[in-house]
């Protein structure tokens, strides 16, 4: 049987993968600078999580008005994020083809790291078949969709083309270190986050621990594959709207954005 995107993309386990994503995308310098002076993502980091999933659900799941509520969403999130070459630092533009490309690649490449952790190798046509939906993700957007690598091993040669090379500068660094280390937050939230920074530690390539200050040893690492292993025995078998619980609360939660939205719209219609 083939497994495809919508099969995986509801997992709750997938937010495991979430802060790999997110400093992968902090580490491309344009991407990393952009988020410094335009986004209050340090302060707000579960409203951002809930953003982005939730367009990712849409893309997915979601009915045609839901995926143009969030597509809507996102280009007015992106209009600020741009400025041209200064003194010292390049430009960036959040529209930019070559950063929004990055973005998808990271939740692509971390979606099917945390898949094949939990519940196996993908078979080739699987792995194929998620490899193409996952260009929607970018392509209803601006993604232009030949930009999206033509199949999985021109993926894996860009992919480890940009990793090889990616380093993590200054504006990156400190942004991605107040997501990890946060100073004023909820008590929740100060709870979950050693395991979550644990678990990106865990993920991420070993140059990217550094560049972020993320220590690792032989040790943490078993802890880390003892983890994992615990966890492809464990969550597979909770029951489904446990699994499934954050991707319906993102939609239900857009759902009631939408109606609200509506409301305005048909008492002024109904005004003589």
């Known amino acids: 049987m083939v497994r495809r995107m919508a099969d995986y993309g509801a997992e709750g386990i997938l937010l495991a993968g979430a802060g790999r994503a997110l400093l992968l995308q902090l580490a491309d310098p344009a991407v990393g600078r952009g988020v410094h002076e335009h986004s209050t993502y340090a302060g707000r980091t579960i409203n951002r999580l809930m953003g982005t999933l939730t367009y990712v659900y849409a893309v997915v799941y979601g009915t045609e008005e839901q ?3 969030v597509r809507r969403k996102v280009n007015r ?3 600020p994020v ?3 070459d200064n003194d010292t630092t390049p430009g960036y533009n959040a529209y930019d083809p070559q950063l929004q490309l990055w973005v998808v690649a990271t939740l692509y490449d971390t979606a099917v790291t945390i898949i094949e952790k939990i519940y196996g190798p993908l078979d080739d046509e699987s792995a194929d078949a998620m490899y193409r939906d996952y260009a929607r993700i970018g392509t209803v957007l601006q993604l232009p969709p030949g930009l999206w690598p033509e199949d999985r091993a021109a993926f894996r040669r860009y992919w480890d083309g940009r990793i090889a090379t990616l ?7 400190l942004v991605g270190r107040g997501l990890l280390y946060p100073k004023h937050t909820a008590l929740w939230y100060r709870v979950i986050i050693p395991p979550a920074r644990f678990l990106t530690a865990g993920f991420l390539p070993e140059q990217l621990r ?3 200050g993320l220590p690792w040893n ?3 690492q078993r802890r880390f594959d003892r983890t994992l292993r615990v966890l492809a025995v464990v969550y597979p078998k909770l029951p489904r709207a446990i699994r499934h619980w954050f991707k319906d609360y993102c939609l239900s939660e857009l759902d009631k954005e939408l109606r609200e939205n509506r409301e305005p719209v048909r008492r002024r219609a109904s005004l003589p």
């Not at 380093?167 to 660094?173: F, K, S």
């Open 67 to 69: 995926v143009k509520a």
């Open 210 to 212: 550094k560049d972020f």
């Open 82 to 84: 741009r400025r041209g």
């Open 218 to 220: 032989e040790r943490r």
């Open 77 to 79: 999130a992106h209009v």
């Open 167 to 173: 380093r993590a500068e200054d504006e990156g660094v």
